[in-house]
């Protein structure tokens, strides 16, 4: 039982290229979250899914798409990735059918925009 | 969801309690209010949540002001371990989509 496994950890990017971040839970969960966390800060919502086929917009969802293909995995693309986007991604995952349920979360994956 | 005031930072002596604050007055009847710890940029750590009732697990205490604008995680003895950041966050329950907004927390420092 891996719980929330993100990949890749580190990637360094020029600005203008896109990339994709995979969360892959196997838990079974069906609400799923990426979040994204600057120097000294919060982590602010970026989207999040409460199902396979289903996402929704968070607080900053400008410049990044998100798929939901298959209920274990949400992916989180950059299509023309910018410096402002230099940040540490964090994926969680949590039980939809609780009245309230925790969040389970990944490591981390640490990107940097040239 | 409610906002939540936290202070930006504390100490605490190792071995002893540590009683974080958190204020949420603007806190609705179906609100819950959870804790959760991020340790040195790692992913952030379930600590504990409640509705009206003081809660405690095997981490932690989480006490509720009888009017619910205000709780308090306690940890019993801290380590040097516990040194963290720690998030009191609050939202409802059945929320359709269930965010959760993380604020920027307390750092707390626990020292030997």
């Known amino acids: 039982n891996a719980g929330v496994t993100q990949t890749p950890k580190f990637r360094v990017l020029k600005t203008g290229q896109s990339m994709t971040l995979l969360c892959a839970q196997d838990?079974?969960?069906?609400?799923m979250y990426w979040y994204r966390q600057d120097p000294g800060m919060g982590l602010r919502l970026i989207h999040y899914?409460?199902?396979?086929?289903?996402?929704a917009k968070g607080e900053v969802p400008d410049g990044y798409n998100v798929s939901r293909l298959k209920k274990q995995n949400f992916l989180l693309g950059l299509e023309s990735a910018a410096p402002s986007q230099t940040s540490v991604y964090f994926c969680?995952?949590?039980?939809?059918?609780?009245?309230?349920?925790?969040?389970?979360f990944g490591e981390g994956s640490r990107l940097t925009v040239l | 969801d409610a906002k939540t005031t936290q202070p930006t930072s504390m100490d605490c002596a190792e071995g002893r309690a540590a009683n974080l604050p958190c204020n949420h007055s603007t806190i609705s009847g179906n609100e819950y209010v959870y804790w959760y710890r991020q340790i040195h940029s790692q992913g952030p750590q379930y600590i504990i949540h409640?509705?009206?009732n003081n809660e405690t697990n095997e981490m932690a205490s989480l006490i509720i002001t009888e009017d619910r604008k205000s709780s308090t995680l306690i940890l019993p003895h801290a380590t040097l371990r516990d040194t963290a950041v720690y998030y009191c966050?609050?939202?409802?329950?059945?929320?359709?989509?269930?965010?959760?907004?993380f604020g920027a927390g307390t750092i707390l420092r626990v020292k030997s």
């Open positions: 409640g509705l009206k």
């Open positions: 838990m079974n969960h069906e609400y």
């Open positions: 969680a995952s949590r039980f939809g059918g609780q009245v309230a349920g925790e969040l389970f």
């Open positions: 966050i609050v939202r409802p329950g059945r929320e359709y989509g269930n965010k959760l907004v």
């Open positions: 899914s409460v199902g396979e086929g289903t996402t």
